[in-house]
């Protein structure tokens, strides 16, 4: 699962956080008080869940390096069925 908005994606990642057979990654905005105040760099997560925690104002260029690698190393490392992307 693939989560590619504004906010972290704590819902899904908490529905699967135990699940060894879902990995979600979750490309977000992070600051102290952004809602929902989850995602932090030092959040240490179960299962196959990664947060990518983005300051304000991250470059497109930036931004695609650090999705390009993330997806990239989740791809090559859990080797999904499925990929969903939000």
């Known amino acids: 699962y693939i989560d ?3 906010h972290h ?3 899904v990642e908490e529905e699967f956080k135990m699940s060894k ?3 979600t990654f979750s490309l977000h905005h992070y600051a102290a008080g952004f809602y929902p105040n989850t995602g932090g760099a030092l ?4 299962g196959f869940s990664i947060n990518a925690p983005l300051p304000e104002r991250v470059g497109d260029n930036d931004w695609l390096s650090i999705a390009a690698f993330g997806i990239n190393r989740i791809m090559d490392a859990f080797d999904p069925q499925y990929v969903v992307v939000q």
């Open 43 to 46: 959040l240490s997560n179960s």
């Open 4 to 6: 590619l908005d504004l």
């Open 9 to 11: 994606g704590d819902g």
């Open 21 to 23: 057979h879902v990995a």
